[in-house]
């Protein structure tokens, strides 16, 4: 499963997104590949991902993507990221 944490810059809260990612996807024992990237990169990787995480306002710049795109309110909420991709890989 390829997987896409998206920011502004692609460095700094996409990577922190991608972690925390990695953490909840180890903890429910889901193997998948989660790259962070910045909106140019992003629109090119996600049409080959299964799933986009990023804010609301980036999925908004986004746009129309095959991937599934998960909003995250709080890049830090583990609890958040572990609700939505529970509900999105089930």
């Not at 710049?61 to 095959?66: I, R, Y």
Request: aromatic share 2%; proline share 1%; charged share 25%.
């Amino acid at each position: 499963m390829k997987i896409v944490a998206v920011c502004g810059m692609g460095i700094g809260t996409s990577v922190l997104l991608k972690m925390n990612a990695e953490k909840v996807l180890a903890k429910l024992g889901i193997d998948a590949d989660v790259e962070a990237a910045d909106m140019g990169v992003a629109r090119g990787a996600a049409q080959t991902a299964e799933i986009v995480l990023t804010s609301q306002e980036l999925a908004e710049e986004l746009g129309d993507v095959p991937a599934e795109v998960i909003i995250i309110n709080n890049f830090f909420d583990l609890e958040e990221i572990t609700e939505k991709l529970t509900a999105a890989v089930e």
